[in-house]
């Protein structure tokens, strides 16, 4: 995919309901074909974003540019958006077809091009042999998925998911992740999904939006998100870690000498001498034993949750600080609970965070 | 060996007792139903096609085939179809208003609802009377502004009539179509509006349809109650607008004639019938 071209574009758009600001001056830029989610927790404004996009929002500020068009004061019905909610909002008095061809129809699309796009899009989430049930018969993986159709049937220049997964139990969940991702790509659909579900955020996007009380805290590829956050609420947000409190003794050239309660520790950051700050790391980079130029605790076994291909490892280091590390049989004995355990990390993969922006 | 073929039936019994307990449960309201509104009913049959002589259709061949009388039928079809529009026609908007109302708001317009329910008929019909007359407060106002220089005739007018009904079975109206407004998920509408539908599109395929269970229930009801209704035509118009309601008054009190009367209450039974029969098979979900 190389058409970088910016398909929709957001401009510092904001949004305040009364005293609260849920949008804070946003910008996003997404490409044509791209599958892009806003991440956050409840609260955060995420909603609000892909309302403002879908025109069921009015931004206070800012512009909203879809496919070259600048759409800000265009009404829903007329920016060709698709959208298909958490609730599904598919229409009772209709059947499974007649709920697909509602917006051809409503856009006075010839019956015989309506019947086909009905057909084409009920067999892209193989549904075609319900296309005469009625709505209430069906089970909440065949209601999404016909929401998905009525979507995808007017051919839209943006897909928008609100929370749309979530209604749906654990393992259809991670199904229709893959298989919706796989489904977006091969119809080059532009899409954004609003979830709140770290799993589903990477499984499903090209580029994950982490969203914080209205603002974007860091938009970047899933796997990027993960190894580099670029702040303490988006190494919590995404992903476990290991985080100790700790003041800067020395700081050089983006690297920072942290002094905590369980030792003095390395870490990747750039701070004054003095400033109180989070170091952490992601729990696979922790190891059993000593290696040389790491950082290192020791600390009491506190749990063992084994997880299958990994065991996750508690460890109380004193202090009130403890350590999570992901341990692999491959890699030697799984330690018990209670025993005494030195871990270490290497330096390049310790992060350092400023202790105010504690989410 | 033929002895084992044969076992107890040993879950007999229960289903028996089942079936007793529901009986029981059931033969309350029945023996209600049954005694105070089905007997009646037969009876009320009975009397309007039986006379001294024994079997006669002459009530049903007086009430159906007198110009005079099927200008009655017509008076309370037209009393209840007129009703039931225009109640309509402001409780629809009126519905919405209330589901989209507030806290404090929503309570007071709700009770503004609940609580003419709860003063009699007679008095709101009569309420309607004071207000119209010649003498009457509206006409006291217009004279007072110097908008009109004589009372204007309103009271006894097919309009007066008409005005009171639809206030005094307003509720029955709004009541129904609120219970279901008040439940529409916001969705849907916007689900329409991302689709493409303009909010009048909106309005015709989506909010209507799914409305219409509310709007079929207040439709029978007031339907049923204005098309029936004997205070508010007796107080409002008087002699000149005889309705089957009336009618079968009469027959009772004055003509002495309770098989006519009969005759009148089954006819005006059967419209009742008709139309809830006919909201209910449209309010039924096609298969």
Redesign the interface.
Same mark, same amino acid.
Not at chain 2, 194 to 199: D, F
């Given at each position: 995919m190389s058409e970088a071209a910016p398909h929709l574009v957001v401009r510092s758009i904001s949004k305040r309901y009364g005293p609260t600001t849920v949008l804070d001056h946003i910008d996003l830029t997404i490409r044509r074909g791209e599958l892009v989610t806003l991440l956050g927790p409840s609260g955060c404004g995420k909603t609000t974003l892909l309302r403002a996009i879908a025109g069921l929002a009015q931004p206070d500020s800012g512009k909203v540019e879809l496919a070259g068009r600048d759409i800000t004061h265009v009404p829903p019905h007329k920016r060709n958006v698709g959208v298909v909610f958490q609730s599904y909002a598919l229409f009772p008095h209709l059947t499974v077809a007649g709920n697909v061809a509602f917006g051809l129809k409503v856009r006075g699309t010839a019956r015989r091009e309506i019947n086909a796009a009905v057909e084409r899009a009920l067999s892209l989430v193989k549904l075609g042999h319900l296309a005469g049930r009625r709505i209430s018969a069906l089970s909440g993986g065949q209601q999404q998925r016909v929401a998905l159709a009525r979507a995808i049937a007017v051919e839209p220049d943006v897909l928008l998911f609100d929370e749309a997964l979530s209604a749906l139990d654990r393992k259809l969940r991670e199904e229709m992740q893959v298989e919706l991702r796989r489904l977006l790509q091969d119809v080059k659909a532009t899409a954004i999904f609003v979830t709140h579900d770290q799993d589903e955020a990477l499984t499903m996007s090209d580029r994950v939006a982490v969203m914080n009380k209205g603002r974007i805290e860091q938009l970047a590829e899933p796997r990027e998100l993960y190894l580099r956050p670029a702040s303490l609420f988006a190494l919590n947000f995404v992903g476990l870690s290991t985080r100790i409190s700790g003041t800067v003794l020395a700081a050089d050239n983006g690297k920072v000498d942290v002094e905590t309660k369980v030792g003095r520790l390395s870490a990747l950051g750039n701070f004054q001498t003095g400033s109180p700050v989070i170091v952490a790391a992601r729990p696979e980079q922790l190891r059993l034993g000593e290696q040389s130029e790491a950082n290192s605790a020791a600390g009491r076994v506190r749990s063992v949750v084994f997880q299958g291909s990994r065991t996750l490892v508690e460890v109380d280091a004193g202090a009130g600080e403890s350590l999570l590390a992901e341990l692999s049989e491959r890699d030697g004995a799984i330690p018990r609970v209670h025993d005494e355990i030195r871990l270490s990390w290497p330096v390049t993969e310790t992060f350092a965070f400023p202790m105010e922006a504690q989410a | 060996m033929t002895e084992a073929a044969l076992p107890a039936p040993v879950a007999a019994p229960a289903v028996d007792r089942e079936r007793l307990t529901a009986i029981g449960f059931v033969l309350p309201s029945f023996v209600i139903i049954a005694g105070v509104f089905a007997l009646p009913l037969v009876l009320l049959l009975g009397v309007s096609v039986i006379d001294a002589n024994g079997l006669t259709f002459a009530n049903y061949r007086r009430l159906l085939g007198t110009p005079y009388y099927l200008g009655v039928i017509w008076n309370s079809l037209r009393l209840g179809l007129l009703t039931t529009i225009i109640a309509f026609l402001i409780s629809y908007p009126a519905a919405f208003a209330l589901a989209r109302a507030h806290g404090a708001l929503r309570s007071v317009l709700l009770a503004t609802l609940f609580l003419p329910l709860a003063a009699s008929v007679i008095v709101k019909a009569f309420a309607w009377t004071i207000l119209l007359r010649s003498d009457g407060i509206v006409n006291e106002t217009l004279i007072a502004l110097g908008i009109i220089e004589d009372p204007i005739r309103m009271i006894f007018t097919e309009t007066a009539l008409i005005v009171g009904a639809v206030n005094i079975f307003l509720p029955f109206m709004i009541l129904p179509i609120y219970a279901i407004v008040a439940q529409l998920?916001p969705?849907?509408a916007?689900? &329409? !509006? %991302?689709?493409? &539908? !303009?909010?009048i599109? %909106?309005f015709f395929?989506?909010i209507l349809?799914?409305t219409?269970p509310g709007i079929i229930a207040g439709v029978a009801l007031v339907f049923s109650l204005s098309v029936s209704a004997y205070v508010v035509p007796t107080l409002l118009i008087g002699e000149k607008y005889p309705t089957l309601a009336t009618t079968i008054a009469k027959a009772y009190l004055l003509a002495r004639e309770p098989g006519f009367g009969a005759a009148a209450g089954v006819v005006l039974l059967g419209i009742a019938i008709a139309v809830v029969a006919l909201s209910a098979r449209l309010s039924r979900?096609p298969?």
């Open positions: - | 998920d969705r849907y916007e689900a &329409a !509006s %991302t689709l493409g &539908a !303009s909010p599109v %909106t395929h989506v349809p799914l219409l979900e298969k």
